[in-house]
């Protein structure tokens, strides 16, 4: 009886011992683990390079301007130590939950909460970002802080390379301003020197004047840097111009456009078939202005459906190569 006392009591001291230890495990996993959720792709990006690949991200390949998020999505935030937006004006469907978040004790950090926020496409500014997202982190878990900044450090290794790509490629340039289909690139445009002529304005297509478009075109330049599904957006932009007709000035330009281009159409179709074709549209073409100088460009607020594995530096690089074409550089 003695004997299978003491077993006993050695069986439960070994339970006992395994349960503290369980416990010691469980909080020391609670005190390193963190939940954070972001957006759009280059902030889910640029987390998981320092969170090793540990990060909730919602809108995934779809277009911000189209997301709405499920409930499940929505009852997700609540769930998080802290969630990194890029800007209210952007993921503004955070930033009206921003008090309940709170009350509940969830963080939420916003990376530019005034002027342009596509800082993302600029290495220099994603550098400052980083390190903004890195120290609140720390902020909320002490405990990461070795392994957050070794991975600090290569990340910015990573975009500093890019920076040193971009002022090479940026050199010696013939011209000094790029078109874009809507002002994703003044960030970045800011920070290496160039300058950027918008087709809109940050309402999207919205006071866009064609016969503006088309008289930039001829004078200035030769591309548009633009994401592929922006280019229908310009089309029935280009195609609702005969609506602005009141505008004496502005019906000038298009006939003196529409007549030009009739002379060319003449030689080859005839003039009456382009007539009804041209007042059927309003303007030609985005590819008919512009040939084949349309420049896809990777903004980069979602993941392309074409390629769900898209790399945020391929990208960026990628960036480098439209910029130099649109600005004309030599080296």
Known sequence: MKKLSIALLSLLLIACSNGVQNSQENLAADSTDVKVATVIYPNEYILNELLDNNVLGLAGDKH??????SAKELSSLYEQDLIVIQSRNLE???????DQLNEKGVEILEL???????????????????????????????????DLSKNLETLKGKLENINFDYVSALENCESSSVLVSHNFLEPLANSYGFEVDSLVNEDHFVGFSAQKF???????????????????????????????????????????????????????????????????????????ILGDDLA???????????????????????????????LKCQK
């Open 64 to 69: 911000l301007h189209e997301y709405s998020p």
């Open 112 to 146: 530019e909460p005034n002027g342009n926020y596509h800082t993302w496409l600029d290495p220099i500014r994603t550098i400052e970002n980083a390190e903004i997202i890195t120290n609140k982190i720390i902020e909320v878990k002490p405990d990461l802080k070795n």
């Open 92 to 98: 503004n469907f955070v930033w009206e939950l921003k």
């Open 214 to 288: 088309v008289e930039s075109m001829k004078s200035k330049h030769e591309f548009i840097l633009s994401e592929p599904q922006y280019k229908e957006d310009i089309q029935e932009v280009l195609g609702d111009h005969d609506k602005h007709k009141g505008h004496e000035g502005h019906h000038d330009g298009h006939e003196e456009h529409h007549d030009e281009h009739e002379e060319h159409h003449d030689e080859e179709e005839g003039h009456e078939g382009h007539h009804d074709d041209h007042h059927g549209h309003g303007h030609e073409s985005v590819e008919e």
């Open 296 to 326: 896809n460009f990777e903004v980069l607020e979602i993941i392309p459906m074409e390629d769900s594995k898209v790399d945020y530096f391929e990208a960026l690089d990628k960036n480098i190569k439209a910029i130099k074409t649109a």
